[in-house]
C-alpha cells in the first residue's frame, strides 16, 4: 500500500497538469455576474477551430503563436499530452496560460499568475474577472495562434 502511495504522490508532482486537457465550447455565464465585459472573456478564451483537423499542426501553430505574438513573446512553460503551458513576463508580472488543443479545438485557460493578474473570479480555468492588462496580453496571444492556423 505504501508503494502505491508513492507512486501516486510521484504522478501528482511530475504531471499535475496532464490529467484535465481538453478545450470545450466556451459558454459564458452570465450569472455569475463577470465583472470583465462578455467581449473580453471571448476575446481570450472562446475555442479556436482547428482547421486542420491534426494535433501537429494545432501544436505548431501554438508555438508559431507565442514566438510572434504582436506584444511580448510568451515562453514555453511545459508541455505535455495535448497542452502546453505558456508563460509571459512583462514589467515584474507574470501570465501562465494552459493552452489546450485536439484535433477540433484550441483554448487558452487560465493556469496562473503572478503580481497583479490575479484572476478574481475564475470557473473551469476561464477568468471572468481581471486587469485589463491581463485581457489584453492574452487577446494578443490568442490571434496570433488564429493567424498561425
Not at 500500500?1 to 497538469?17: D, G, Q, R, S
Request: aromatic share 10%; with cysteine; glycine share 6%.
Amino acid at each position: 500500500m505504501k508503494n502505491i502511495y508513492c507512486i501516486v504522490v510521484v504522478l501528482l508532482t511530475y504531471f499535475p497538469l496532464a490529467c484535465s486537457a481538453s478545450p470545450s465550447r466556451l459558454i459564458v455565464d452570465k450569472m455569475l455576474k463577470p465583472r470583465a465585459a462578455v467581449g473580453h472573456i471571448e476575446a481570450v478564451h472562446k475555442e479556436i477551430e482547428n482547421t486542420s483537423g491534426r494535433l501537429k499542426f494545432a501544436r505548431i501553430a501554438i508555438l508559431n503563436g507565442m514566438l510572434r505574438v504582436k506584444s511580448k513573446a510568451w515562453l514555453l512553460e511545459e508541455e505535455g499530452p495535448g497542452f502546453i503551458v505558456a508563460r509571459f513576463d512583462y514589467r515584474a508580472k507574470t501570465i501562465l496560460m494552459k493552452i489546450e488543443y485536439s484535433k477540433e479545438l484550441i483554448q487558452l485557460k487560465y493556469l496562473d499568475s503572478g503580481n497583479g493578474y490575479g484572476c478574481e473570479n475564475l470557473v473551469d480555468n476561464i477568468c471572468y474577472e481581471n486587469d485589463r492588462g491581463y485581457y489584453n496580453y492574452t487577446k494578443n496571444l490568442r490571434r496570433s495562434i488564429v493567424d498561425h492556423l
